[in-house]
């Protein structure tokens, strides 16, 4: 069942193309448009929702709003401030005429009042408490064109009128703007038919934030009553990322159909905080309690399970030592108790692991089993609410040789039902969007952003009816996945400065951002974790099922050991397959102690063509709240190296390989850019200075010589991609560690 929901591939600007042959020039991209056009008003009036109608009790003409229900006797001038969202007139275009100091709606009631009509001939403006958003003007430039655009001069109305339109005012433009969304993509695909995944609906993302904020809540009664610890931080986010890249369900946030059942990363994550979490020590006073506490707790925990006996001898035998000695020796120095804590988690950590083993387990089954069960009851209350719900049999068309096209954002199979109206206002520069008293917040440059993303990606909804709608799952969507502590998530979604993002797409050529959402994305090509609602804003779908043929690509994911390793894998795939020219460029912590899966791989990789790193605390990178955070809290230093590195076959190396000249760009523009406050990393651990020296020198491979030349002359598709995850806040929490230091 093939419909017109999400769209469908044949009115998708992606262009049949020969990935050998040169590149074509991409169509405009899609914008709204009204079906039916009024004869007597300019198409700016009718693009902004007004139309002409008939007052049988005047027995006149007057003009209506459908955005708006507003309704006046003259015709609308473009520039009137809205009786709903601006009722004081604040944003008003100054009016001509005689009448310049009264409103539309002002003129309107005199002019009633004038023809001696009673009380009962003065047609009311009809007042709702939300202003939906209405599609731009087509007469004006979208504002992230080049400053030296003109607009359009609006069209001359086809019958005289008494008021002259004013010219049509500019759309919204944030004073800083950190994406361009203007550059076409070079990433080739074979055309692929729409996702079956549901439309997505409002109810059903409330349902959804309530199921897995009660999820969140039992993940931490389990861990309080079973082990006596709070949850590691993050390590719910970090559980959901690792979960979806096995799942095989049909929710796109709860896991629901994933083999093991037991997250190795949610299982590493706890048992690193048993028998107590260790943090930073900075002081020795600090280092002698830790000491104290954590022989504590590890008699206690030996005491209170099912243990051997020779596991019991010798945890409290330790632990009364480790006593003993902190009693005799008040002279020891924080080096001294921190070298005293590590002989104790060497020889009281394997028992202590062996009793808790099972309880830790549990949790993980418990969490999981809950959300394959929120999951399932989801998914019923989601069908119940479609029109034509899709049947359970499963037809697997035969396989047909597919086309070679541009990548196209993602659709789905399923028509979108109607969905239910959303609120809408402005708190200063802050769009608010309320649905049954749930209110999610975006910054006003960014929702303008979101509207220029839905205008080229979406095309079932060309009168934006939807819009607003969507936009509430969305922001509901990632706030959920982020949690609701303070900067929780945010490392998660975090971004690289648009700088690096210009070089990538000059030097690079790189045109697409693997990992991405449309709220921190750089271009209006990227793969994000939520095709079925991400796609509506220009999605091309997780990257883990994207496979492109060519192009030039910029990786930045989020820091899950799992989810990097599956990507090392899904590279080196792709780069085995293909014969074009294929190039990633991947941005990832550089963890060395203990060092990462992924990492060691792509240093080993016969792909790899260079490797540079760049020291912590030398570059920054741009917050995952950068929707809702204010303008000084957008960029933050980072506390790690980071690692670049350059995956290509032959013919991305030939195309876009990295010279000398191309790697002192980029590293200068990695150099942070003076602002006025430069702040720290949100996430949850700074490095100790052992690890900031050990990432402070530069590591460089040789360029290795190239196999081959490349024919396809994609020049008129650069891009630079920002990562939905990249963010340098977060230490390797969710790695294992072998000394106190590393585990803090």
Request: with cysteine; charged share 25%; aromatic share 8%.
């Amino acid at each position: 069942m093939s419909n017109d929901s999400h769209g469908s591939v044949k009115g998708e600007a992606a262009m049949i193309m020969s990935p050998t042959g040169p590149a074509s020039s991409q169509g405009p991209p899609l914008s709204p448009s009204t079906s039916a056009k009024s004869q007597e008003l300019p198409d700016e009036l009718v693009q902004a929702g007004w139309s002409k109608c008939w007052s049988r009790r005047e027995n006149r003409p007057y003009y209506f709003n459908r955005f708006t229900n507003q309704s006046l006797w003259e015709v609308p001038v473009l520039g009137q401030h809205d009786v709903i969202s601006d009722p004081l007139g604040l944003n008003a275009a100054p009016a001509e005429g005689g009448d310049g100091n009264l409103g539309n709606g002002q003129r309107k009631r005199r002019m009633s009042e004038e023809q001696g009509a009673g009380s009962n001939s003065v047609k009311r403006a009809k007042v709702e408490p939300t202003t939906p958003i209405s599609p731009s003007t087509p007469g004006a430039k979208p504002w992230s064109s080049a400053p030296g655009d003109k607009q359009s001069q609006p069209a001359t109305p086809a019958t005289p009128s008494p008021v002259t339109p004013s010219p049509a005012p500019a759309p919204y433009r944030p004073a800083v703007v950190y994406w361009d969304l203007d550059i076409q993509t070079n990433a080739v695909i074979r055309e692929h038919p729409p996702t079956k995944r549901l439309p997505p609906h409002p109810e059903i993302e409330l349902q959804r934030a309530q199921l897995v904020t009660k999820l969140r809540q039992h993940y931490h009664e389990l861990c309080h009553q079973r082990e006596g610890i709070d949850p590691p931080r993050e390590s719910f986010n970090r559980w959901l990322l690792e979960r979806k890249v096995i799942d095989k369900g049909f929710d796109p946030l709860l896991p629901s159909d994933c083999d093991p059942v037991i997250s190795p990363s949610m299982f590493r994550e706890v048992m690193n905080d048993i028998p107590i979490r260790l943090s930073r020590i900075k002081y020795k006073e600090e280092a002698r309690k830790l000491l104290f506490k954590y022989a504590e707790a590890a008699k206690k925990m030996i005491d209170s399970r099912n243990a051997s006996p020779e596991s019991r001898k010798v945890v409290k035998w330790n632990a009364e030592d480790t006593m003993s000695w902190l009693r005799r020796d008040h002279s020891a120095s924080k080096e001294d108790y921190m070298d005293r804590l590590e002989h104790l988690r060497q020889q009281c950590g394997p028992h202590v692991a062996a009793v808790a083993k099972d309880s830790v387990e549990g949790i993980c089954s418990k969490i999981y089993q809950l959300s394959a069960d929120y999951s399932r009851r989801l998914r019923q209350t989601h069908l119940s609410l479609l029109q034509d719900p899709p049947t359970e049999t499963c037809e697997s068309p035969p396989p047909q040789p597919s086309r070679l096209v541009y990548c196209y954002p993602m659709r789905l199979t399923l028509p979108s039902p109607a969905l239910p109206r959303v609120e809408l206002h402005f708190e200063n520069d802050v769009a608010c969007l309320r649905f049954r008293g749930e209110m999610v917040k975006v910054n006003r440059g960014h929702f303008s952003k979101l509207e220029l993303l839905y205008r080229y990606s979406c095309i079932d909804d060309p009168r934006f009816e939807k819009f607003l709608s969507r936009v509430w799952c969305l922001l509901k969507r990632y706030q959920v996945m982020f949690g609701s502590g303070v900067n929780e998530g945010t490392g998660l979604q975090g971004a690289l400065p648009v700088s690096v993002f210009e070089a990538l797409n000059q030097h690079f050529g790189v045109s697409f951002e693997c990992f991405a959402s449309p709220l921190n994305c750089y271009f209006k090509q990227f793969c994000s974790a939520f095709p079925d609602i991400d796609g509506f804003f220009g999605s091309r779908g997780p990257f883990l099922s994207f496979c492109p043929v060519s192009g030039s690509f910029q990786a930045n994911p989020p820091f899950c050991e799992e989810l990097m390793d599956a990507m090392v894998t899904h590279f080196e795939d792709l780069l085995d397959q293909s014969t074009e020219p294929l190039s990633f460029v991947v941005f990832i912590p550089e963890w060395r102690d203990p060092v990462t899966p992924a990492l060691t791989r792509m240093e080993g990789s016969r792909f790899l063509r260079h490797q540079l790193s760049v020291p912590a605390y030398e570059h920054e990178y741009r917050s995952g709240s950068q929707h809702i955070c204010k303008r000084e809290e957008m960029y933050y230093k980072a506390v790690h190296g980071t690692a670049v590195l350059f995956l290509q076959n032959d013919a991305g190396f030939a195309k876009w390989g990295p010279t000398p000249e191309r790697l002192a760009e980029l590293t200068a523009a990695f150099r942070p850019a003076s602002r006025p406050s430069s702040l720290s990393s949100p996430g949850p651990a700074q490095p100790t200075p052992r690890d900031k020296d050990s990432t402070s020198k530069a590591v460089e491979s040789g360029v290795m010589s190239p196999g081959g030349h490349d024919n396809n002359n994609n020049n008129n598709s650069n891009n630079s991609s920002n990562n939905n995850n990249s963010s340098s806040s977060s230490s390797s929490s969710s790695s294992s560690s072998s000394s106190p230091q590393d585990k803090m």
